[in-house]
């Protein structure tokens, strides 16, 4: 079982050796393990017992290899005890070279640990086909490709290596999550890989095109997922997903002043919109009083409070007013009309960065399309 230590931002690999001889029964790491990862001793052990396997009464031996690299923290806790119980024979060995990174809880379920980027490329480099994270680093994972990423729950869901839901590779049904992605200058995103989208399956998704201030307009593409157990919930089933609201700050970091609350409302649930000059309610589910699925209710200033007619799941918009107006042509946004004409002659002439392994190529329309014009 193959495993990593970051040595900053880079992810170098580990081994996880695995020994089972007679003698007391016990765990013990080796490997130059520091305190916090020294403690999966008793991580490990707990969620393996918690899981309903049962170890033999045997002395075990953990090396994690090479054994002049420091090991900090608890992300080695997964492959520790994958690496377990196929060496108990209690579960069965990686029909491929695998790479697993988490910390467990006593429980056996997963917890996030940070670097799953570098960790991913390192897997990559390796000729690792298939990468086990927590599910709340999925995205992080699969924003390399020629991984095969598995964003697992729990220790039950790893040992099958089969996720209840793959991220993003194949799109999610949570509109909570925010991936905040900065398509500028030239920055290709490629969002579905062609051989998940051959497999089927449906995704359903929210995209949001926010105006940048002018004075950021030409900042380099970022790319930021926060999951969403770390975005506020303000209240049960009503989370904020930017900016700030309800007395409440996201910490996803924006450009603008807007706010966006993702909130999943009962039968006649009532929710008041936060106070903005610019507000708007889209209905992504069910309904509410006066508005169906797929409809944008805009608001002037002033009180607002929606009811839900059933049980729905809406997305609240707010905030102040842009910087002076916007001008869009095809999948082109900017302030300056002549940038758009810059960036179409960009398109054209191919100076747009490409996508490693992606060969389609989508012509410029010949015609603008139809202007989107609001009531």
């Known amino acids: 079982m193959h495993c990593a230590a970051l040595l900053g931002t880079t992810a170098l690999p580990v081994d996880v050796q695995v020994d089972f001889a007679m003698g007391l029964p016990g765990f013990f790491l080796v490997g130059l393990p520091d305190a916090a990862c020294l403690d999966a001793k008793v991580r490990v052990a707990t969620a393996v017992r918690n899981g309903k396997w049962e170890l033999p009464q045997k002395r075990v031996t953990i090396n994690l290899a090479p054994g002049d690299l420091r090991k900090e923290g608890a992300a080695y806790d997964l492959p520790i005890a994958l690496a377990v119980l196929q060496a108990a024979k209690l579960i069965p060995p990686c029909g491929v070279p695998t790479l697993a990174v988490g910390e467990l809880a006593l429980s056996g379920d997963i917890l996030p640990v940070r670097g799953v980027l570098p960790i991913a490329l390192l897997a990559r480099r390796l000729g690792i086909e298939c990468l086990i994270v927590p599910w709340q680093n999925g995205a992080e994972g699969a924003l390399v490709e020629g991984v095969r990423v598995h964003a697992v729950r729990t220790l039950l869901e790893a040992k099958r290596r089969q996720p209840s839901q793959v991220v993003l590779l194949a799109g999610n049904r949570d509109i909570n999550k925010m991936r905040l992605v900065r398509e500028l200058r030239g920055l290709p995103l490629k969002r579905t890989p062609p051989d998940v989208r051959a497999s089927g399956g449906s995704v359903s998704g929210i995209q949001l095109w926010v105006a940048l201030p002018k004075a950021v307009e030409e900042s380099e593409p970022t790319f930021a997922h926060t999951p ?132 389609e190529f989508i012509p410029l329309p010949d015609e603008p399309p139809p202007p989107v014009r609001y009531p």
């Open 228 to 359: 969403a157990a770390d975005l506020p919930l303000v209240e049960d089933g009503v989370r904020l997903v930017l900016g700030e609201a309800y007395g409440a700050r996201s910490p996803v970091k924006i450009s603008s002043g807007m706010f966006y609350v993702a909130a999943t409302l009962k039968a006649g649930a009532r929710l008041r919109l936060p106070e903005a000059r610019e507000r708007a309610v889209y209905v992504a589910e069910g309904s509410l009083a006066g508005a169906a699925a797929g409809q944008l209710l805009v608001f002037t200033p002033g009180e607002v409070v929606v009811e839900a007619a059933s049980t729905a799941r809406v997305l609240v918009l707010g905030g102040e007013p842009s910087d002076g107006p916007r001008h869009m042509w095809w999948n082109f946004v900017s302030s300056s009309h002549e940038r758009i004409e810059i960036a179409k002659a960009d398109w054209k002439a191919g100076r747009f960065g490409a996508i490693p392994g992606e060969h």
